[in-house]
Antibody
Framework: QVQLQQSGPGLVRPSQTLSLTCSVS??????????WGWFRQPPGKALEYVGY???????NYSPSLESRVTISIDTSKNEFSLRLTSVTAADSAMYFC?????????????WGQGTLVTVSS | QSVLTQPASVSGSPGQSITISCTGT?????????VSWYRHHPGKGPKVIIY???HRPAGVSLRFSGSKSGNTASLTISGLQAEDEGDYFC???????????FGTGSRVTVL
């Protein structure tokens, strides 16, 4: 059974960089048939896609976040990470790491437990 | 931001069947069979209970079933049990700008 365990700070200062990590167990992050990614849910709003990475290093990001987001992968640690720069209060949200089948359409089949990130001074 | 429309709450008595609807557009549910249903336990990540409209992952009860008609997908829970109480949401692939669109969420109550 795939398990995704998230880690990272819950409080980030405005204009700073949000960094979260997702450790994977029960699956290899080097798998060529899976995407690894991030979604977020601002308070009172629907979930939204942040981005995906494939073990090949190919990435896909939400158009609205593309200029500020980087998703990276560390196959030696079987984990992947999210960096979001120049954060504002609008980036406050519950962030989830996910696994999806790498076909370009499939929705996530595994989710991390979520990390509530608040952007505040 | 586009969302899929779900009823805020659905309720039923033990043993009954309930159906949660999820209404989208021709840009998502209407044209694609990539619709999933999730249950979200507080403090945990969502768990998929239906994928690709009507497929159940291993380990999910046969009491859960999914279907689609036009721009609306549906989740039916048969033989409702107290343990089914909780929050459910739908999601779909979309050709609009952000790849996926999510439902507004429905709270299931067992009377």
């Amino acid at each position: 059974q795939v398990q995704l365990q998230q880690s990272g700070p819950g409080l980030v200062r405005p204009s700073q960089t949000l960094s979260l990590t997702c450790s994977v167990s029960g699956a290899s992050i080097s798998s060529t048939v899976d995407f690894w990614g991030w979604f977020r849910q601002p308070p009172g709003k629907a979930l939204e896609y942040v981005g995906y990475i494939h073990s090949s290093g190919n990435t896909n990001y939400s158009p609205s976040l593309e200029s500020r987001v980087t998703i990276s992968i560390d196959t030696s640690k079987n984990e992947f990470s999210l960096r979001l720069t120049s954060v504002t209060a609008a980036d406050s949200a519950m962030y989830f790491c996910v696994k999806s089948r790498a076909d370009g359409y499939s929705l996530p089949d595994s989710w991390g437990q979520g990390t509530l990130v608040t952007v505040s001074s | 931001q586009s969302v899929l429309t779900q009823p805020a709450s659905v309720s039923g008595s033990p043993g009954q069947s309930i159906t949660i609807s999820c209404t989208g557009t021709s840009n998502d549910i209407g044209d694609y069979d990539y619709v999933s249903w999730y249950r979200h336990h507080p403090g945990k990540g969502p768990k998929v209970i239906i994928y690709e409209v009507s497929h159940r992952p291993a380990g999910v009860s046969l009491r859960f079933s999914g279907s689609k008609s036009g721009n609306t997908a549906s989740l039916t829970i048969s033989g409702l049990q107290a343990e089914d109480e909780g929050d459910y949401f739908c999601a779909s692939f979309t050709t609009r700008n952000n790849r996926y669109v999510f439902g507004t969420g429905s709270r299931v109550t067992v009377l």
